[in-house]
């Protein structure tokens, strides 16, 4: 607790000073499992167009050392061309339960909406891409290391008060095998994370806004690597915003393996909340 205090008044202090976004989201379940994860986006007025974000999270679990994640990233919008931006984004996994990481990303995204000279009937139409180098590092006698490479997608369109994105990852490259399993996957769109090497996974997110609120559903499904094991989730989810202060709470029902039918479905509850500073 002491840990996260301080990292949150890291993001937090320097949020307050600052034009930006604060965001703080976390799941909670059974056995002592928690997710945490915060971050803060600022605009940095010295270059039009550039913005930088600083990600935390933590994750804890019954009969495991606690393990946080560190991220630094910048986004750009390219001038003259306002319908790209170009972003990268690097990442630290401190050494926890014989395993730590890094990452860095390289990511991209144009408005289709203003390509095809908005002749879709649509309000915004966006197309992401983005690629992703992890470095697995495991202590154990010999110590391993293993290189992932990772390719992703993502489709976001709007229209009045309905909107909904779509994304797909891919996991091309793995530069070694080994019997070590890493601790901590993300599960894409989710707070929750899970563990394994990620083969591939692709999800879904609909809401609609009728004022301050937009009721959603969300559903992402994750396969592991080399293994008969997969993930799905689905979310139920209610977000109320107003004047800069957005609330979200939904609740995830996870099933780790969907081939193991005794194991029955996972009820996560999830709480976020952001701030708009000025």
């Known amino acids: 607790m002491k840990k996260l205090t301080v990292i949150l008044s890291l993001l937090i202090l320097p949020a307050a000073f600052s034009f930006g976004q604060l965001s703080v989201s976390g799941v909670a379940g059974s056995d002592g499992y928690q997710v945490l994860r915060a971050s803060f986006t ?48 690097a990442g630290y996994q401190p050494k926890a339960n014989q395993y730590s990481s890094y990452y860095y990303d390289l990511h991209g995204a144009v408005d289709l ?3 095809l000279f908005r002749l879709v ?7 992401g891409l983005g690629v992703r180098e992890t470095r697995h590092s495991f202590y ?11 390719i992703y997608a993502y489709l976001y369109q ?5 909107d909904a994105m779509i994304n797909f990852t891919k996991a091309i490259h793995y530069s070694a095998d080994t019997n070590e399993v890493p601790p901590w996957l993300d599960m894409p769109g989710f707070v929750s994370v899970t563990s394994g090497y990620l083969d ?17 559903i969300a559903y ?25 202060v957005n609330i979200n709470g ?4 996870l099933n780790f393996s969907k081939n193991t039918a005794s194991r029955p479905r996972e009820r996560y509850l999830s709480l976020s909340a952001g701030v708009k500073l000025f």
């Open 113 to 115: 909406h203003e390509i």
């Open 42 to 89: 600022t605009g940095l007025f010295l270059v039009p167009g550039l913005s930088a974000h600083a990600k935390y999270a933590l994750f804890q679990r019954d009969e495991m050392s606690d393990m946080s994640r560190y991220a630094l990233g910048l986004d750009y919008q390219l001038p003259f061309i306002e319908i790209a931006e170009v972003g990268a984004e």
């Open 250 to 253: 939904s609740v995830e029902w």
């Open 121 to 127: 009937p649509t309000d915004e139409l966006k197309l």
């Open 200 to 216: 591939y996974s692709f999800g879904a997110n609909a809401g609609y806004t009728y004022k301050f609120i937009r009721p959603y």
């Open 158 to 162: 709007k229209t009045g008060g309905f």
């Open 220 to 244: 992402n499904y994750l396969k592991i690597k080399d293994s008969a094991e997969d993930t799905d989730d689905l979310g139920l989810g209610l977000t109320v915003q107003i004047a800069g």
């Open 140 to 150: 154990y006698n010999p110590d391993t290391n293993v290189n992932e490479t990772d």
